[in-house]
């Protein structure tokens, strides 16, 4: 009984730890971002591992890995011509882009993907 009862908790904690996960800048659904570095993870649901992503002006590096199967891209609205990255075959894709600050909008542009869920918010600070 003893045990059973300290197997529970070590498990809540567990998913406590995973639930606090991620970046915490504030703003609506905290942005996830390390300043230089936008990770982006692209799920065979059609979904990002994130709805918003934050990053600090200037050369900004992008990495989209995949998770599952199906192939992916991650672009930049209305910078679609600088940067697109693909993934497929389990690979990672990276690039680099200069922004300014401002909010944009990342997506996928594979058809039908971006009004599936594969959008994002990019705020630039
Ligand atoms: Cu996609």
Redo the contacts with the bound molecule.
Sequence with gaps: MRLRSTIGESVAVAILLTACGGGGDGGDADPVGDGRTVRVE?FDR?DYNADGFSAVAGEITFRLSQVGI????LVVEGMEDEMRLVVEDGGTDSGNLTLEPGRYILY?D?AG??S?G?EARLTVG
Excluded: D, G, L, V
């Excluded at 199906?70 to 891209?73: A, D, L, M």
């Design positions: 692209a059609q199906q192939e992916h891209t996928c594979i993907h971006r599936s594969m």
